[in-house]
């Protein structure tokens, strides 16, 4: 991976509403460029003395009607500042979002949301940095511009994706080219498909009905006399015949052919309502499972099943196992079903282009998060280093950081009255450390990790309910 553009930018309040060019060259083509920013350590003015006058002053000249002395609801302050890219002085697009730690990917395939798909071509770029707010007196702000190889590993972004959706190639009510264009309406990035007990649909899946839409994994949910699992990949095993006590033996054949498992609806409800639904296998080895779903179905804030599915993997993450965790819409098309849900959706950290490898892949990595709405980025800085979902981080003091965004998606579940009003560092089943915030937000503090895994959890407001767990994320494990 070649550096094109390595700058840090010290700006202070003279550089509030400038532009400033960084000009730079491709010598050759390159598979990608990614692109880092990052001006975290003074994203907030921490000074209330300054944010105060600067408040008061913004009310009297916006705010006419407004009470000066009312000025910390407007808190807290932030600076902002943004990029855009040129390509040969043509216009790409820009990330005018507020997370000031960002990496972003410019490719033909692939680009990150605010840029046009772009092949990487040799000639002239520049990175136009915008500063569009500077409230403190110094704000280092660095760019890192990186060429990517054919060679090199291709960059991780999280991605939403609904991992449990049926057809008319089982007991869903929609063509698996229905199922797409549906899925676009949502403004899923891909899905996997996943029909009970046949492979049957993926017959469909073809690159034209893909290319107009988009990807689709190749899966199954293998539904049983004790329980439904799903599997991600293009497995043969045969699972019609599996007993309560040799569940073990199946999953081991299905890893070993490269695909991914996870458990279905753990604790749905079983005959008279569910014939098979609900989870009542001998399962001893949990390390053959890469994942549970802790959501299932519309409205899944509101399902105590899904509070027992979360139970239920909060207690084997204390036991020991590496688990990552999704949200299953069980998506059928069918007539019953609510006109305008809310939905839970599953991000995947994926690295490059979306398809049944990728998505085993991270799955597998335990890059997934769950969320009602808001996204986020979570991750811990130790020696120069950052750790993300699924990675094994050492014990002792770290940075946290966390950047939350309500933009995403934000017209999927804006009528449903969510809003993030807290942030919670999950160890070991204990909330360690407890951060307030008002709809998007960057945080950061310093914590202590001890052997066990931790994790994300965001709380806040749904309908006419308060202190509701919005989103969670799987686990970064220390040892």
């Given amino acids: 991976m070649d550096i094109l553009l390595s700058r840090e930018l010290h700006l202070t309040p003279s550089d509030h509403e400038t532009l400033i060019c960084l000009d730079f060259r491709t010598e ?19 000074d209330m003395t300054q944010a105060r006058r600067m408040i008061q002053r913004g009310i009297r000249k916006y705010l006419k009607g407004t009470d000066p002395s009312q000025w910390e609801q407007f808190l807290p302050v932030v600076n902002l500042v943004t990029l855009s890219l040129d390509f ?41 940095v915008c500063v569009n707010a500077l409230v403190s007196d110094l704000v280092c702000y660095r760019l890192v511009i990186q060429g990517v190889e054919e060679s090199d590993p291709d960059p991780v972004e999280y991605r939403c994706m609904e991992l449990h ?20 309406d949502w403004e899923y990035d891909g899905i996997a498909l996943t029909d009970h007990n046949t492979w049957s649909g993926v017959a469909e899946l073809t690159p034209a009905l893909e290319s107009a839409t988009l990807p689709v994994a190749h899966g199954i949910e293998w539904t049983t006399l004790y329980g439904h699992f799903l599997v ?58 890469d994942y549970i779903e802790i959501w299932n179905g519309p409205f899944p804030l509101e399902s105590s099943r899904n509070s027992c599915a979360f139970r239920r993997w909060t207690k084997l993450l204390n036991q020991g196992y590496r688990i990552a965790i999704s949200s299953g819409r069980d998506w059928h098309l069918l007539g019953k079903e609510p006109q305008h849900p809310h939905l839970g959706v599953t991000y995947l950290g994926i690295s490059g282009s979306i398809h049944t490898g990728t998505v085993q892949e991270a799955l597998r990595a335990g890059r997934s998060y769950v969320t009602a709405g808001p996204t986020f980025e979570f991750t811990f800085q130790k020696e120069e280093r950052a750790y993300g979902l699924g990675e094994t981080i050492s014990p002792g003091s770290c940075l946290l950081l966390v950047q ?8 999927c579940w804006q009528d449903f009255g969510i809003q993030t009003k807290q942030v919670r560092l999950i160890h070991n089943g204990e909330a360690i450390l407890t951060k307030d915030c008002n709809g998007s937000a960057v945080l950061s503090d310093l914590v202590e990790l001890s052997p066990g895994w931790t994790r ?24």
């Fill in 28 to 46: 050759k083509p390159y598979k990608a460029l990614r692109i880092l920013t990052d001006y975290h350590d003074a994203k907030v003015l921490d």
């Fill in 88 to 128: 040969e002085g043509a216009f790409l697009g820009a990330a005018h979002r507020h997370p000031p730690k960002q990496a972003l990917v410019i490719s033909e395939g692939m680009s990150s949301p605010g840029f046009g798909r772009h092949k990487v071509s040799q000639g002239h770029w520049r990175a136009v």
């Fill in 165 to 184: 959706t049926h057809t008319v190639h089982s007991d869903g009510g929609a063509s698996v080219s229905r199922l797409c264009h549906k899925a676009m």
């Fill in 232 to 289: 991600i990949g293009d497995t043969r095993v045969d699972c019609r015949w599996i007993g309560q006590d040799d569940i073990h033996l199946y999953l081991e054949r299905i890893q070993a052919e490269g695909c991914v498992v996870g458990v279905a609806h753990p604790c749905a409800e079983g005959a008279p309502f569910c014939s098979g639904c609900d989870w009542r296998f001998q399962l001893s080895r949990w390390d053959l499972v």
């Fill in 404 to 411: 939350v965004n309500e933009d995403s998606r934000r017209q």
């Fill in 456 to 479: 994300l959890e965001l709380y806040g407001d749904y309908r006419e309910q308060t202190d509701v767990m919005l989103a969670c994320s799987s686990p970064i494990y220390v040892e």
